[in-house]
């Protein structure tokens, strides 16, 4: 009977307590002032995230007006080295916008954020070894943009201990990794730090060979000669082109055909389609004169069949 009554009592001290925490809970929430301290920081988090859309917005819109100014000046630099930078410098200003808007929402609402501070410190101490890469990655990608290797939209080739790992169009270059779109439209995601040699193709004019063979019999110097007069008078005509092509002179004789070698100044990067077009306009040119490209001759001999048993 004193076990069943203590144990009545408990249930009721239990009930009591429950029912005390339950109307506590009724009173806050029906008291104004509680709606009113959960709003501020909410409104003022809510504030604060608008300032933070609208900073990055006005942040990009300087940075471009900026470079469009830049432009129109004397030192208006190259436009794929404006468009690099433009992108570098737009997410480099939403990183430090939004990590100072977290901040102060945090604080809003009573968050330590220096107590948080210290522990990522701890942390990151810990995990420092394991992110050396991370670390080697954005450092060359400092040097990478701070000494103009490469821009977005040139065609480069990387290398990695002298293998070629992607070869391509730059599509966007960061301080951690780089994009590279190849021949065939794969994407290369390359990181900063595996970068050790790159070829970039889009700097300076691209220089090509033409080369057309003719038969030793045709008059080679009649060529040479047809071969500079239409070149000074149409290679305007290939809009690529940068200056007039060199017919540089016969290049080999072998089996029976020579050799003449063109040379072909373009763009950078368009000497691929240029060399194809000129060869193209070259050899219809020609037919007109009566100079025909050589053709490969077999030469069958028909042996008597006394020889052949002899």
Known sequence: ????????????EGLDEQLSIIETLLERVRDPQFWIDISKPIIFAIILLIAGYILTKVANRLIENFFKYKSKSRLKGSDKRNNTLINMLQNTAAIFIWFFVVVAILEAFNIPVSTLLAGAGVVGLAIGFGAQSLVKDMITGFFIILENQFDKGDFVRVNTSGTTVAEGEVMSLGLRSSRIQGYEGELYMIPNGTINEV???SRYNSVSFLDMNFSIQEDLDKIETTLETYLNENWRQEDVLVEAPIVQGVQSIQNGEATIRVMLTSRPMEHFGSTRRMRKRIKQYLETQGIYISVPMMDITDFDGNDMEA
């Not at 009977?1 to 009721?12: G, P, R």
């Open 199 to 201: 070829i970039n193709f």
């Open 1 to 12: 009977m004193k076990f069943l009554t203590l144990f009545n009592a408990s249930n009721t």
